[in-house]
C-alpha cells in the first residue's frame, strides 16, 4: 500500500486538528494535492483533509477542541469547513459523492466511502489519499501514474470531462507541471471533442487554471499541445506566438525569474487581444492594466537606447514596467542578437532610485504665479528640462530655471 511522509503531517497545527476530528474514532485522512505533492517532495500551502463526519460533526469537533473554523453557505452544501490553527489552514471536507452534474456545477450527497470519494476526483495523483500515520491509499494508480509523469484522468476521460469542462484546462496544466513526455492520447482527445464547452466556463474560473498552468518551469509543451489541438483557439484570440514565448521562457530561466502575465503578453498580437483576454479571463485591475502596458507600452525600449534614454524611460515607466518590457522586447528579436545590450539594460534598471523633481509647486507659487494651471505648466516644463540633462540639476538650479520661465510668462 505504501506510504507517505512530510513535515507538515507532524506540525503542530496538523496535529491539533487531526487530534480534533479523530476525537469520535473517526477515519480521516489527508486527500489530493497535499498528498500528491508529498509523494515528490514538494512543499504544499494547502492542507485538505477528507472526513466521513457530515459538515455539523465537524464544526461541533473543532469548537470542542477550541480551534477557530470559517465556513461559507457553498462551502458548507459541498461539505466543506476551513479550520485555523495558527498560521496554519486546513479545508477539511466529508466523503462525497456527485448526484447530478452539469459540465459547470455539481450536486453531491455525502457518503463514508473512501473509493466512492477518490472515483469522483480528476485524475489519478489526486485522487491518493494518507493516513495520519502515512499509510497512502491508492486505487487507481496515482502513485505509478505520478513516478512516470502521466496525467490521467480517473475512470474514462469522456466522462470526467462531461462532469466538469474546466478538467479540459487542468488536464493540460498538470501535464504542464507533472507531466513527461507526450501527454495521454485517450485523455486528449476527449479535451479536444470537448474543446467547444470551453466559452462555457466563468472567466474566473479558466484565468486561475491559465495562470497556474503559465506559471510552470517550462509551460510550452503545453500551450504547443493546446494549439495543436482545438483548445488554445477557445481561450485567445488570435495565433499565439509560441516561438517569442519559447525564448521568453529561456531567458527568464537565465535571468532566475519567471511570470505568468508577461507569458501571457508574449502570446498576444497587441492591444486589442490583451483587452479581449483581460475581459474574458476576468482578470483583476492590476493584471488587466499591467497586460495593456506590455502589449501596448506606453514608451516603447529598444537596445539602441543610450544610458540617459533609458533613465528616462526608467523615470516613465518605473522599474518593473522597463524590466518587463525589456525581456519582452528581448525575447521577440532573433535571439542572442542584442544580448549584451538588453543585459546592461537589466543591470541599469536593477541600480535605478528615482529622483525626485527638486522643486514643487509651492516654489512656482513663490515665483509670484497664481494658483491654477500655469502651476502644472511650469512645473512640467522645469521637469522637460530636467530629465533632458540626465536629471543632473540640483534643486539651486532648477530654482533659476523656474524663475526663468516664470519671468517670461510662459514654459518653453
Known amino acids: 500500500m505504501g506510504t507517505v511522509h512530510a513535515p507538515w503531517m507532524a506540525a503542530p497545527g496538523t496535529r491539533a486538528v487531526i487530534d480534533a476530528l479523530t476525537a469520535n474514532g473517526a477515519d480521516v485522512r489527508f486527500v489530493g494535492g497535499c498528498v500528491r505533492d508529498a509523494l515528490l517532495g514538494w512543499e504544499s500551502r494547502d492542507i485538505d483533509i477528507g472526513t466521513p463526519d457530515p459538515p455539523g460533526r465537524v464544526l461541533a469537533l473543532l469548537k470542542d477542541a477550541s480551534i477557530e473554523t470559517r465556513t461559507v453557505p457553498r462551502g458548507i452544501a459541498h461539505g466543506t469547513v476551513t479550520a485555523l490553527a495558527g498560521s496554519d489552514r486546513f479545508e477539511i471536507t466529508t466523503l462525497r459523492r456527485d448526484e447530478r452534474t ?3 456545477h455539481a450536486e453531491v450527497a455525502f457518503t463514508d466511502d473512501w473509493r466512492e470519494d477518490a472515483a469522483r476526483r480528476d485524475f489519478t495523483s489526486n485522487a491518493m489519499s494518507a493516513a495520519p500515520d502515512g499509510t497512502l491509499y491508492d486505487y487507481f494508480g496515482g502513485q505509478a501514474d505520478l513516478g512516470a509523469g ?18 479540459i484546462l487542468r488536464f493540460f496544466r498538470f501535464h504542464a507541471w507533472y507531466g513527461k ?4 492520447a485517450e485523455a486528449l482527445a476527449a479535451c479536444n471533442a470537448a474543446a467547444h464547452t470551453i466559452p462555457t466556463l466563468s472567466g474566473e474560473r479558466v484565468q486561475a487554471e491559465m495562470l497556474k498552468l503559465l506559471a510552470a518551469p517550462d509551460p510550452l509543451p503545453a500551450i504547443e499541445t493546446m494549439r495543436e489541438t482545438s483548445v488554445l483557439a477557445q481561450l485567445l484570440p488570435d495565433t499565439p506566438r509560441t516561438d517569442h514565448l519559447a525564448r521568453l521562457i529561456a531567458i527568464e530561466g537565465d535571468v532566475g525569474e519567471a511570470d505568468s502575465i508577461r507569458r501571457l503578453a508574449v502570446l498576444l498580437a497587441d492591444a486589442a487581444g490583451a483587452h479581449d483576454v483581460a475581459t474574458r479571463w476576468r482578470l483583476a485591475s492590476a493584471d488587466a492594466t499591467r ?3 506590455l502589449c ?24 518593473a514596467l522597463f524590466r518587463d518590457l525589456v525581456l519582452l522586447a528581448w525575447a521577440k528579436e532573433a535571439q542572442g542578437e542584442n544580448e549584451t545590450a538588453w543585459r546592461a539594460m537589466l543591470e541599469t534598471a536593477a541600480a535605478w532610485e528615482e529622483p525626485a523633481l527638486p522643486v514643487t509647486g509651492a516654489d512656482v507659487l513663490a515665483c509670484g504665479v497664481e494658483a491654477g494651471p500655469a502651476v502644472g505648466r511650469l512645473l512640467f516644463a522645469v521637469e522637460a528640462w530636467w530629465k533632458d540633462r540626465d536629471f543632473a540639476p540640483d534643486r539651486a538650479d532648477a530654482l533659476a530655471k ?5 519671468a517670461a510668462g510662459r514654459p518653453e
Not at 304 to 309: A, H, K, T, V
Open 102 to 104: 452539469d459540465g459547470r
Open 296 to 319: 501596448a507600452p506606453p514608451a516603447p525600449v529598444s537596445p539602441d537606447l543610450d544610458r540617459p534614454g533609458q533613465r528616462r524611460r526608467l523615470y516613465r515607466l518605473g522599474p
Open 402 to 406: 523656474l524663475k526663468e520661465l516664470a
Open 181 to 184: 513526455g507526450e501527454p495521454d
Open 150 to 167: 502521466r496525467v490521467r484522468f480517473v475512470g474514462d476521460p469522456t466522462t470526467r470531462i462531461a462532469e466538469d469542462h474546466l478538467r
Open 291 to 293: 497586460l495593456a502596458d
